[in-house]
T-cell receptor
């Protein structure tokens, strides 16, 4: 039981390049989330998917797109990376209903030069 | 504006000393409340959560937290800190009726002196 997995662990991009961060969970959870973590700012929600087939914007969605590929997988895409997107990205999942514990992946450290 | 505040950016305690990390929120209604811990280079792990009922909540690793409605606070405590508790601690809330979207505080970095 791997929980929440993320790939890659590290990535360096040049400004304007694109990439997709992958996330998968094996807990049969309905809801999945993408956060970014920046020093002194805690974690901020980028996008979330309350259930398979639905996605919604979080607090900081600009510059990102997401795809809920199936119940297990939720990917985050940067179409044209900018230095402001340098951050650590975390994927999380939960059973769904409000207040349920979210389980976090190990994170992807992204640097945009 | 609705927010979660962790007033202490850094805290240093000696091993064996007691610990209290502060968390305040500003919402009209009582939200669901959480404390998460993040060890260096790791994801977040849930320590405890409060939904309703008993205002003193027990969590893992010997941590507890007390919800005080009158103070809009949810402070985390531990009677005796261990060196392995050094980490970053995040308070988070979910608004009732707001799905399961977590709003995090900015975190408190705990250093433990041996």
């Amino acid at each position: 039981n791997a929980g929440v997995t993320q790939t890659p662990k590290f990535q360096v991009l040049k400004t304007g390049q694109s990439m997709t961060l992958q996330c998968a969970q094996d807990m049969n959870h309905n809801s999945m989330y993408w956060y970014r973590q920046d020093p002194g700012m805690g974690l901020r929600l980028i996008y979330y998917s309350a259930s398979e087939g639905t996605t919604d914007k979080g607090e900081v969605p600009n510059g990102y797109n997401v795809s809920r590929l199936n119940k297990r997988e939720f990917s985050l895409r940067l179409e044209s990376a900018a230095p402001s997107q340098t951050s650590v990205y975390f994927c999380a999942s939960s059973e769904g209903p409000a207040g349920e514990q979210q389980y976090f992946g190990p994170g992807t450290r992204l640097t945009v030069t | 504006a609705q927010s979660v505040t962790q007033p202490d950016i850094h805290i240093t305690v000696s091993e064996g000393a007691s610990l209290e990390l502060r968390c305040n929120y500003s919402y009209g209604a009582t939200p669901y409340l959480f404390w998460y811990v993040q060890s260096p280079g790791q994801g977040l792990q849930l320590l405890l959560k409060y939904f309703s009922g008993d205002t003193l909540v027990q969590g893992i690793k010997g941590f507890e937290a007390e919800f005080k409605r009158s103070q809009s606070s949810f402070n985390l405590r531990k009677p005796s800190v261990h060196w392995s508790d050094a980490a970053e601690y995040f308070c988070a809330v979910v608004l009732t009726g707001g799905g399961n979207k977590l709003t995090f505080g900015t975190g408190t970095q705990l250093k433990v002196e041996l």
